[in-house]
């Protein structure tokens, strides 16, 4: 396990979101990044996480093909990425940049709408 310090790991996860390609982060629309140590157990048991399994991050909204006419007035989705359940998986901030950056995108790609199956599929390739 690799330990970052807060800031730093927030400006790794910054710095992800920033690097999206323009036809992403150009539509990115009511969402919010945010970073927690670890899942909460409410999240693990909505997501029905068994005990060895964890999250990295999680998108909690409204994918925005899901997103009617009637849209509006409602608070930002949210993406949480998990610093130290990352940092499990890592040895040195290179690898933790990586992570992020993966983790950043899957989380993206459910707020535009992609589910994990196919998430999955892309993975593949």
């Known amino acids: 396990m690799y330990l970052m310090d807060r ?10 979101v920033q690097s999206l390609p323009e036809e992403f982060l150009g539509h990115l629309d009511n969402v919010e990044v945010v970073v927690s140590d670890r899942p909460t157990v409410d999240q693990l048991r909505r ?7 964890t999250l990295l991050g999680l998108y909690e909204g409204v994918p925005q093909i899901r997103r009617g006419s009637n849209y509006g007035m409602v608070l930002p989705d949210k993406i949480t ?9 890592c040895r040195n901030d290179e690898e933790v940049l990586v992570e992020i ?5 899957h989380e993206i790609a459910h707020h535009f709408g992609i589910s994990d199956a196919r998430l999955r599929e892309i993975d593949r390739y």
């Open 81 to 89: 990425i998990f610093q130290k359940t990352i940092e499990t998986k």
């Open 7 to 16: 800031e730093k790991f927030e400006e790794l996860v910054d710095k992800a």
């Open 101 to 105: 950056e993966h983790v950043v995108k």
């Open 47 to 53: 997501n029905k996480i068994v005990a060895n399994q």
